[in-house]
């Protein structure tokens, strides 16, 4: 079994991220070393899901388990281009350290249980919808972070990350809605229905919908200080869409949990 | 600072009206009852659509108070919240009550007066992205809000080698009504392919697999073979003839004694018993159900127009025939692959091309939001 091995690949590729963080802070003057560190580590995370793929004969985004995979890769990635893209150390840091927790929970508790893929599930919308929803969240993760040290830092009046959070709110809201639509358009195949309000898509609805409040906001040029909670409360929404739906008493009997 | 009391005083009128609004639907539903959808039904629906922009543009005073964006922020607030109710309150019928109708009405409005505002000083370039998103959203939500009102939805049971015109009403004030429908469907096969069924030593009494924290399942096909707890176990044979269950024939050595059992194992079906192998007082090899792969129906169908079509329905891959989808729906899960019927979902719904028209506007608008950003 592929997943057996994960224990040897992730510690592998958390060290790398770890080095490279690190040697990111510790040589000022070249981050070659820091880029070709943390870049080794995401192609051996990334070897590891495509080791897995062949073991499982389909594409590791049915569990639990396996679509935390993909969020501790896509986390670290986000992490990494932001930082080649606007310097800021820090965030490739966080999403190192967040990669981890999900890395920790899979190593804990992996929820991999399925290998037989039921036929609702063998679609062509499938691996769009979940990796495009996944790339969300790992915008979304990165935001959050950055929006809690952007309260912190309103005591002072800087507000120099509002440039860097509108951008990720942007293309995360982009992919949550792209993830939405590539369901809506595979519900219709699949169940006859582009939206039925089932749990899972009121949760995913509410989450959109308050990262549209956000948006339509900072239009408004609302103050800083309230809008800034939108963007952790929206995070809280969309973890409970992802991992919380299914304990939801409103939920039981939903087309979303397998 | 005159400007910015002005601003909130604008915020808090809305706000009222909003509530307003709110508090309108909770007295309806209260005493009107739940939201009937069928009052939406074509043609109310199709004047609803036309007649809210055309208001709007004779109207233009009303159209640019409609068109705030603090509003928006309201109304999407609101919704929200009614959503929340919608997630958490088990067995609420939100979606088609009062208030949320009314909430959903006035965010039309809203957008739509957005959008028109909008148009008067349309450039391409500065523009595109916010009309993509709105446009789209807005055919997209007059499709799935006041169109869905004309949709329906049908179970049609059919029997291998005969025709059926008949279905039962799957949903709305109908429902399990049975009508004769404007299609037909004659079912030549139902196929299934399924995943081997899998094999396990489980305890007797309980039917716990072993070993215990983290069972094994191994695939009853030719040759396979697996160590569970000191056994080691084959798969010497594997019969699987229609109408019959699937059996297999399984050795097992023990290897701490040596010892050797032997026989047939089998999940059983809707008429033959399933067969276990005792390895001992405690334990036995039992075999699990085996799991669909893929249905699907060989189907030819009619339409009271005169169209034919032959093709295959199955899971994700309905087939369309005038307006109507046909969705491999169930079939009878007690004979399994040898069901000799299947359940077909037909689905009628003459707005679904402007819901992917929005779909499609609103896909694009998203892929602008990337290279947007946070820029407005
Ligand atoms: C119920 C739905 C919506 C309503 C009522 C609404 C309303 C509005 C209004 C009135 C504005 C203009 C704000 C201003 O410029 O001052 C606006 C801007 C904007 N909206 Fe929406 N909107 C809705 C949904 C959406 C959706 C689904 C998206 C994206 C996926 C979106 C993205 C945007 C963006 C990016 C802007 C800023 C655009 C720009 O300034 O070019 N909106 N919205």
Redesign the interface.
């Known amino acids: 079994m592929m997943w057996d091995n994960f224990i040897w690949f992730s510690t592998a590729s958390m060290l790398l991220w770890i080095l490279g963080v690190a040697s990111l802070y510790m040589n000022k003057k070249s981050a070659l070393t820091g880029n070709i560190l943390i870049s080794a580590g995401l192609a051996l995370f990334l070897t590891f899901i495509f080791l897995l793929w062949g073991d499982l004969k389909h594409p590791p985004l049915r569990t639990m388990g396996e679509t935390r995979l993909w969020y501790s890769f896509f986390i670290t990635l986000v992490g990494f281009v932001t930082w080649l893209r606007w310097r800021y150390k820090w965030l490739a840091g966080y999403s190192v350290l967040v990669s981890g927790v999900f890395i920790m929970v899979n190593l804990l508790k992996p929820e991999i249980h399925f290998t037989?893929?039921?036929?609702?599930l063998?679609?062509v919308w499938f691996v769009p919808h979940v990796t495009v929803y996944i790339l969300s969240y790992a915008m979304f993760g990165a935001a959050t972070i950055a929006s809690f040290i952007a309260i912190r830092e309103l005591k002072h009046k800087s507000e120099r990350l509002?440039?860097l959070?509108?951008?990720l709110?942007?293309?995360g809201?982009?992919?949550l809605?792209?993830g939405m639509?590539?369901g809506?358009?595979?519900a219709?195949?699949?169940?006859?229905?582009?939206?039925t309000?089932d749990?899972k898509e009121?949760?995913a609805?509410?989450t959109a919908?308050?990262y549209?409040?956000y948006i339509?906001?900072?239009?408004?040029k609302?103050p800083l200080r309230i809008i800034l909670w939108i963007l952790p409360l929206a995070f809280v929404m969309l973890m409970i869409t992802w991992l919380g739906v299914n304990y939801?008493?409103?939920a039981?009997g939903s087309i979303h949990v397998y | 600072m005159a400007g910015k009391g002005k601003r909130e005083q604008k915020i808090a009128i809305e706000a009222v009206i909003v509530a307003a609004i709110a508090v309108a639907g909770v007295a309806l539903q209260i005493f009107a009852g739940g939201f009937k959808r069928e009052l939406l039904a074509f043609p109310v629906n199709l004047i609803l659509v036309i007649s809210i922009p055309v208001l709007l543009i004779i109207f233009k005073g009303a159209s640019r108070h409609l068109a705030s964006g603090s509003l928006s922020v309201i109304l999407i607030s609101v919704a929200t919240v009614i959503a929340l109710y919608m997630g958490l309150v088990p067995g609420n019928s939100a979606k088609s009550s009062w208030p949320f109708v009314l909430i959903y009405l006035a965010l039309l409005i809203n957008l739509t007066a957005s959008v028109l505002t909008r148009l008067r000083t349309f450039r391409f370039r500065k523009d595109i992205s916010f009309m993509l998103n709105h446009v789209g959203l807005l055919i997209l939500l007059f499709s799935a809000g006041p169109g869905s009102a004309d949709k329906a939805r049908y179970f049609m049971r059919v029997f291998e080698g005969k025709v059926e015109w008949r279905a039962e009403m799957s949903g709305g004030s109908g429902k399990g009504e049975t009508i004769e429908l404007p299609v037909a469907i004659s079912l030549e096969d139902f196929e299934m392919d399924e995943y081997p069924p899998k094999l396990a030593i489980i305890e007797r009494m309980t039917g716990i697999a072993l070993p215990e924290k983290k069972p094994i399942y191994f695939e009853a096909t030719l040759n396979a073979a697996a160590t569970i707890k000191s056994n080691s176990l084959t798969v010497d044979s594997v019969l699987y003839k229609p109408g019959f269950a699937p059996a297999a024939y399984v050795k097992v050595v023990d290897n701490t004694t040596n010892k050797i059992t032997e026989g047939w194992v089998s999940c059983g079906n809707y008429f033959q018993h399933f067969k276990t192998l005792n390895l001992d007082s405690i334990y036995c090899v039992a075999m699990t159900f085996p799991e669909p792969k893929e249905f699907r129906s060989k189907v030819e169908i009619y339409s009271k127009s005169g169209k034919v079509k032959n093709g295959v329905v199955k899971v994700n891959h309905p087939l369309t025939i005038g307006g109507w989808k046909i969705y491999q729906h169930s079939y009878d899960s007690a004979r399994g692959r040898d069901s000799v019927w299947s359940l077909f979902e037909l689905v009628y719904d003459p707005w679904i091309i402007p819901a992917y028209i929005g779909m499609i506007m609103l896909i694009i608008g998203a892929i602008t939001l990337f290279w947007k950003g946070g820029r407005s």
């Open positions: 037989n893929l039921m036929p609702a063998q679609s509002m440039p959070i509108d951008n709110t942007y293309i809201l982009g992919f809605m792209t639509l590539l809506a358009i595979w219709k195949e699949a169940w006859g229905d582009y939206w309000w749990p009121v949760w609805f509410i919908a308050v549209l409040i339509h906001a900072r239009t408004q609302y939801l008493p409103a039981q």
